[in-house]
DNA sequence: AAATCGGGCAACCGCTCCTGG
DNA sequence: ACCAGGAGCGGTTGCCCGATT
């Protein structure tokens, strides 16, 4: 607990990064990989601790970061992604190919925040203004009358039926194994959830058919302030706000989802119960919007100084437009670049057929 | 031209989780 | 089962730089 060991040590460089260091980091993990941290800097001659040289690695000199500005449809995934997710950038992240957790959480906290303000909304909790302030006094108020009440338990019989009753949808192709975790964690409460989990099941009649009227995707998560709500619904789920990032696009010829996203990374259903349950989020990625799920391209624009030197490569169905040395040499993590290719596998075909209720126990075979 | 302000971003800090012994 | 160290995450800080006064 408390300070990291390798920041004991003295004489450590702090600060901005010089491009000498820089470059001997970048020298060091291109040949020999990171391996254990807390040795990257003593291995690559630096006067850093480990940390800071993992950090530096990941939100600056990765070869496969994106840099430059957010489009307009990143911007629109964020906040989509935020709305379900909530401050879990990392999650968030691993949606947005090339985009650092770091990146987007100060892109929201400099740009989105604003411009949701702007638009009435509010950031925190995805609702308008009026009605964020307006339930934030009434949740306050009950707060102090029914603070236990937080802490209800979904039966597990309810949560089963719910669920097993979303495993049948057909517009819920985007199941997906390979989970990525979703921890409970203590800055997992998004009160949008509780609002939109609560209209969203006072306006529908979730038990004909819930599978019909909300998509999978659109699940979110219990947070201590929706247990009692998802305890109604036997599950935490909610639409968000958007209505529209889980949506099958109508109108596309190329079976893409409405924003254009092939889809299937995953995230987990966290109940009351602490039974984890991983949902399927979609992937970023502007070049799906009509080209298909047939892989991913991905431009790299960490060397773009260098473009005239740009080569396209294809790896796993991902394409990847770099100039980058790190693609020459073979070190690159290419495996860490295509998480999505089963996903696109289960868009093309059949969704797995899943039992949610063997799964909400065990969790599927690996 | 100088001072001030504010936004954006890189990096740090402190915490929790994970893993191996 | 317990512990220690490493890894990862989210919140926060502080610096840099452009805009404004």
Redesign the pocket.
């Given at each position: 607990?408390?300070?990291?060991?390798?920041?004991h040590k003295q004489k450590?460089?702090?600060?901005?990064?010089s491009p000498e260091e820089?470059e001997k980091l970048i020298k060091h993990i291109t040949t020999y990989g990171?391996?254990?941290?807390?040795?990257?800097p003593k291995l690559a001659g630096l006067q850093?601790?480990?940390?800071?040289c993992?950090?530096?690695w990941?939100?600056?000199l990765r070869p496969d970061l994106k840099?430059g500005?957010f489009s307009d449809q990143e911007e629109d995934l964020i906040i989509e992604l935020h709305a379900v997710?909530?401050?879990?950038?990392?999650?968030?992240?691993?949606r947005l190919p090339g985009r650092?957790?770091?990146?987007i959480?100060?892109?929201w906290?400099?740009?989105i925040k604003?411009k949701l303000k702007q638009r009435g909304i509010d950031p925190n909790t995805h609702k308008p203004l009026a009605e964020a302030e307006a339930s934030e006094d009434q949740a306050s108020k009950s707060s102090e009358r029914t603070s236990s009440s937080c802490d209800l338990k979904v039966p597990i019989a309810t949560l089963e039926s719910t669920t097993d009753a979303v495993r049948t949808s057909s517009s819920m192709p985007m199941l997906d194994k390979h989970a990525v975790?979703r921890?409970?964690?203590?800055?997992s409460a998004t009160p949008m959830n509780c609002f939109f989990l609560g209209q969203f099941f006072a306006s529908q009649d979730v038990s004909s058919d819930p599978a019909t009227i909300f998509p999978l995707a659109e699940l979110s998560f219990a947070t201590d302030c929706s247990r009692s709500q998802a305890a109604t619904a036997g599950l935490s789920v909610c639409p968000n706000p958007y209505g529209r990032l889980f949506e099958m696009n109508q109108d596309s010829s190329c079976n893409t989802l409405s924003t254009g996203f092939p889809s299937t990374p995953t995230a987990v259903i966290s109940t009351s119960m602490g039974v984890r349950t991983n949902i399927n989020l979609p992937l970023y990625n502007p070049a799906h919007v009509c080209a298909g799920i047939d892989g991913i391209r991905y431009s790299d624009a960490v060397y773009s100084s260098n473009t005239s030197q740009s080569s396209i490569s294809s790896v796993g169905g991902i394409e990847m437009q770099n100039s980058s040395p790190f693609f020459d040499n073979g070190f690159f993590p290419w495996s860490e670049l295509t998480p999505d290719t089963d996903t696109q596998v289960q868009l093309e075909g059949e969704p797995e057929d899943l039992k949610w209720s063997e799964y909400l126990e065990g969790g599927f075979p690996s």
């Open positions: 607990m408390g300070r990291h060991t390798c920041c450590l460089r702090k600060g901005l990064w820089d990171h391996g254990c941290w807390s040795s990257v850093r601790c480990g940390k800071s993992r950090l530096r990941i939100n600056y840099r500005a997710l909530g401050n879990r950038w990392s999650q968030i992240a691993t650092t957790d770091n990146e959480k100060n892109l906290n400099s740009c604003k975790e921890k409970p964690s203590k800055n």
